[in-house]
């Protein structure tokens, strides 16, 4: 069985959120884990199987799909993607360029930037806007990611998500992303509940050596046990156990416990002028006033 919708990205811009929004609705049945990135990740030539896994036991739910941040930016998943799955409803949430790229920033710094080796230099937000151009500015140049994705789908196809509207009216974004998905749209999720309604607050350790702890045991943990449990068990059944032993929850518990300093004003205008351009053209697409994402507006 494969997806008839693929949430994109961008990275940061609540996804995590609008993932469990998605995943608790009765009629709709997401891969459990966020994140899969099989259109990005190597050849697709021989993973079909293990990509079907991902929606084992999606029965008769009308909405089917998973979601990955790395899609949006990807130069070979729309093609990918429009040969297995044409006609697939495509969801993306954006955010204030600087202000995406700086929370990406700290997420990536705390997955220890997807490497192994947990003993390199943490670099700073500088340095990382410098040394890691296609991890964190890339992402965040929506218009033109969005033009690659236009040049294999119709925009009828697309469900553009503002990071700005669910901070405002989280309600109305549900009702409206589960209409796309032609769902009951008069579900409420328990996201969206008082007690529940939080998007992940970037968190910051309090010290470097929790820092360099924490790089250790996260890189430990993902070379030894979650991908050898991948391999024995299968991906959905790997990740399920992975979220039910809430590894990163613990993890978050025992090393981080501050948020991460602001962005300068001075510094989030200087990164956001990067993106002028885009921005401009990318409300003219999406027919979204977005002058408070300029740099001039910072």
């Known amino acids: 069985?494969?997806?008839?919708?693929?949430?994109?990205?961008?990275?940061?811009a609540a996804t995590t959120w609008l993932f469990h929004c998605l995943r608790e609705h009765p009629e709709i049945f997401i891969a459990a884990s966020k994140e899969v990135t099989f259109f990005d990740y190597g050849s697709?030539?021989?993973?079909?199987?293990?990509?079907e896994e991902h929606f084992a036991g999606a029965g008769n739910a009308k909405a089917i799909g998973e979601f990955s941040t790395r899609y949006l930016s990807s130069?070979?998943?729309?093609?990918?993607?429009?040969?297995?799955?044409?006609?697939?409803?495509?969801?993306?949430?954006?955010?204030?360029?600087?202000?995406?790229?700086?929370s990406h920033y700290w997420h990536l710094r705390r997955q220890n930037f997807h490497?192994?080796?947990?003993?390199?230099?943490?670099?700073?937000?500088?340095?990382?806007?410098?040394?890691m151009e296609e991890q964190l500015l890339a992402p965040a140049y929506y218009y033109r990611n969005l033009s690659n994705w236009l040049e294999c789908f119709d925009f009828s196809q697309f469900h553009i998500i503002l990071y700005d509207d669910i901070k405002k009216s989280p309600i109305t974004v549900v009702e409206r992303l589960y209409a796309f998905l032609e769902v009951d749209n008069?579900?409420?999720?328990?996201?969206?509940t008082p007690n529940q309604f939080q998007m992940r607050v970037g968190r910051v350790t309090a010290t470097e050596i929790k820092e360099k702890l924490h790089r250790r045991i996260y890189a430990f943990l993902a070379r030894y046990a979650y991908q050898p449990l991948?391999?024995?068990?299968g991906v959905r059944r790997a990740d399920r156990i992975k979220s039910l032993l809430r590894v990163r929850e613990t993890m978050d518990v025992l090393f981080y416990d501050k948020r991460y300093p602001c962005l300068s004003s001075e510094?989030?205008?200087?990164?956001?002028r990067r993106f002028?351009?885009?921005?401009r053209q990318l409300a003219k697409l999406i027919g979204r006033p977005l002058d408070h994402w300029l740099s001039e507006k910072q």
Not at 2 to 12: E, Q
Not at 44 to 51: E, P, S, V
Not at 267 to 272: D, P
Not at 276 to 279: G, I, L, P, S, Y
């Open 1 to 12: 069985m494969l997806p008839n919708f693929i949430g994109l990205g961008a990275p940061k």
């Open 44 to 51: 697709i030539k021989g993973r079909l199987d293990t990509y």
């Open 75 to 102: 130069v070979r998943a729309p093609e990918r993607v429009k040969q297995l799955v044409p006609g697939v409803k495509l969801i993306a949430a954006l955010r204030q360029p600087a202000d995406q790229i700086y």
């Open 115 to 131: 490497q192994n080796d947990a003993t390199s230099e943490i670099p700073s937000f500088e340095k990382a806007l410098a040394q």
């Open 186 to 192: 008069t579900f409420l999720p328990s996201a969206l």
């Open 230 to 233: 991948k391999h024995l068990l």
């Open 267 to 272: 510094l989030r205008k200087i990164v956001s």
């Open 276 to 279: 002028d351009a885009d921005v």
